[in-house]
């Protein structure tokens, strides 16, 4: 009958066929919810009407400084409004917007400028020196414009242009220039690029819109929750929750550093029902002292992604009044792709540490996803019985469109018709995904594959330890045996041989440490532990 065809005239129309972008949410939140509160950050408190305004300003002001749709604008910003104002106002112009990491050394950001082909730069204040000295090693250096932050003591500096000089100068009913194809790129961000230069990760529009759609239902949300930001905006774009917040008419509380106190605050006084923070910022809950803490009695839902949190870490919290679910996904996938959804009709009776065993999967596919799986060497299916370990391959719309300047690199990545993690994993026999360890992490001892994060889950169950890492250390009779390096919690007492001691009550004989390290461990901007970084201190250990 020819459905598939154009000649029945059932082809696409202005009227039946709009480009997906996230820039709808806040076009019609401005309309539907123009007096709600958005955004939150000490006495700064915008409607949704007053944060449309502020972004199509942002919109104007860029493009008469010469941004033109395509044109990459760079932010160097911790989690404060002008961070969030961008992610909607720099795609409004048409440009294409990059959050770099605030961490990163100057050298990392000299080479981001470059590579991005970075036009603008917004920089806070506390990391102006940064932009200047990166954009003055660029043959044609961006336009630097500063974003003061005087609540945490920062003000402008007054040799730049001022963010909100900048935003006088435009104009709030700016006619926004919307895609005119989904594919077309929205962000690009940088992967961490600890084994060699970062790579440049592109996003279009329709992955960052189903990603926005996937997340409402797979984090059961209802209208008008109240955000935390605590995952970075420079990190997945803050997993696309910022995106995400207009089409439910809810509120981004901004929170420039992540401490105990802050998150606490955040939820007592501002009424926080959602966050979303890498295991390390559960732990800093779990531990946090009395006085840091203030009541709420209301449920926090919380996203945890970036490693494994241990089961005792998500024993001990959820008690508190957080529920935790465990997600996963990477810089390539816009954040989250995966969940471990709860079955109430299995689980329901689970308790401790039982309960957080299975919370700490990573779970199935999320709704804007196709496939997600493991696979082995040859792409075929490992067998789901919880032993046999493959790679996490996925496919589906939220997967980047590739990376900047990179084809070699993109199609290593893509081969197979899959988006290959390097993560290494189990599936159980329900497909639920587990995952063992990055592939860079795995310990092989004398022939035996141990998983780093197995033995850092029995670590963090003992009452003395705060965080867990366990890399490889050359070994001369095994190849290589498990290390761990280990933050106590503030006053305790054990050693090296009562760690050992307690690993050897679950672990078998060669995956428990052979050596215990007691030190700060390095860590990245979202709380990952560095383990590139202790595997040289490893190295060198006798």
């Known amino acids: 009958m020819g459905w598939m065809s154009d000649e029945t005239g059932l082809g696409k129309r202005a009227a039946n066929y709009v480009p997906l972008t996230p820039l709808s949410h806040l076009r019609r939140a401005a309309l539907v919810f123009p007096d709600h509160m958005a955004v939150v950050y000490s006495d700064h408190r915008k409607t949704y009407g007053e944060y449309y305004a502020r972004c199509s300003q942002l919109a104007s002001a860029l493009k ?27 795609p409004a112009c048409g440009a294409v917007l990059n959050t770099i990491n605030i961490r990163l050394d100057l050298d990392t950001v000299s080479y981001i400028f470059e590579h991005g082909e970075a036009k603008v730069v ?20 961006p336009l630097i414009v500063e974003v003061a932050d005087p609540h945490a003591g920062f003000p402008a500096t007054g040799r730049h242009l001022t963010y909100e000089d900048l935003l006088a100068t435009g104009d709030p009913e700016f006619d926004w220039i919307m895609p005119e194809d989904e594919w077309e790129s929205l962000a690009l961000n940088y992967t961490s690029g600890t084994t060699g230069r970062p790579k440049g990760v592109v996003y279009h529009h329709r992955g960052a819109y189903l990603m926005t759609m996937g997340t409402v239902v797979s984090w059961r949300m209802v209208m008008h929750p109240i955000y935390l930001t605590i995952v970075p905006l420079f990190h997945c774009n803050g997993w ?35 966050m979303g923070g890498a295991p390390i910022v559960l732990n800093t809950l779990v531990n946090a002292p009395e006085e840091e803490r203030a009541p709420f009695d209301h449920t926090v839902e919380v996203f945890t992604a970036g490693a494994p949190p241990a089961p005792a870490t998500l024993a001990k919290i959820e008690p508190m009044g957080f529920n935790v679910t465990q997600v ?24 401790g540490n039982d309960r957080a065993g299975i919370k700490a999967r ?3 596919a999320m709704p804007m996803m196709e496939h997600i799986t493991v696979l082995d060497e040859t792409m075929a299916q490992i067998p789901m019985d919880g032993k046999t370990q493959g790679e996490i391959v996925m496919r589906g719309n939220s997967v980047m469109k590739g990376y900047l300047k990179n084809p070699d690199a993109t199609e290593e990545a893509f081969k197979g018709g899959y988006f290959h ?34 033995v850092e889950g029995v670590l963090m169950g003992h009452p003395d330890v705060n965080l867990a890492a366990v890399v490889a250390k050359p070994d001369e009779k095994w190849g290589e045996v498990p290390c761990a390096f280990v933050e106590l919690k503030p006053g305790a007492e054990a050693d090296e041989a009562a ?36 595997r040289k201190v490893a190295q060198a250990l006798e």
Not at 244 to 258: E, N, Q, W
Not at 429 to 441: F, G, H, M, V
């Open 64 to 90: 008469a400084k010469g941004v033109n749709p395509g044109d990459v604008v760079a932010t160097l910003l911790p989690n404060i409004p002008a961070q969030a104002e961008a992610h909607f106002g720099v």
């Open 421 to 454: 993690s390097g993560d290494i994993a189990v599936q159980h026999p329900d497909s639920y995904i587990q995952i063992a360890d990055r592939a860079k992490d795995i310990i092989i001892s004398g022939g035996e594959n141990i998983s780093s994060v197995e």
């Open 362 to 364: 990573q779970g199935v």
């Open 240 to 274: 696309n929750h910022t995106w995400m917040m207009p089409m439910l008419g809810g509120t981004i509380v901004c929170c420039r550093d992540i401490t105990a106190a802050n998150i606490f605050n955040a939820i007592a006084y501002e009424g926080v029902t959602h």
């Open 122 to 141: 917004l920089a806070d204040t506390q990391f102006i020196e940064l932009a200047e000295e990166a954009a003055a090693a660029q043959d044609t250096p």
């Open 499 to 534: 760690l050992i001691a307690f690993s050897r009550e679950t672990l078998a004989g060669f995956k428990t440490p052979k050596k215990v390290v007691f030190q700060e461990l390095p860590k990245t901007s979202t709380g990952k532990i560095q383990k590139f970084e202790l």
């Open 328 to 351: 996963y996904g990477l810089t390539e996938t816009y954040g989250h792709v995966t969940e471990c959804l709860w079955d109430d009709s299995r689980w329901s009776d689970l308790k």
